[in-house]
């Protein structure tokens, strides 16, 4: 959701020029909180949703990816059989 909010807000579109890599805005605490509030801070809703992406954890479990923003998610040794 906040992503999509990030597509009208000047300020996200703002810190996403300063900090350009989704990655860096996905996993980096301060900025989290940053985009998370955001939109409370514009329309004071009755709650926040926390800004994450469904691909963060994938690092910790040993499958290293990089986001391409043309293509989207790469991993880099996609997972294929049960055996990796």
Known sequence: MMRQAGRYQKSYRELAKKHPGFRERSETT???VEISL???NSFKPDGVILF????????????PFEIDDHKGPLIDVPIRTMDQ
């Open 38 to 40: 955001q939109p409370w």
């Open 52 to 63: 994450s992406d469904i691909l963060t954890p994938l690092p910790a479990l040993g499958v």
């Open 30 to 32: 301060e900025l989290i």
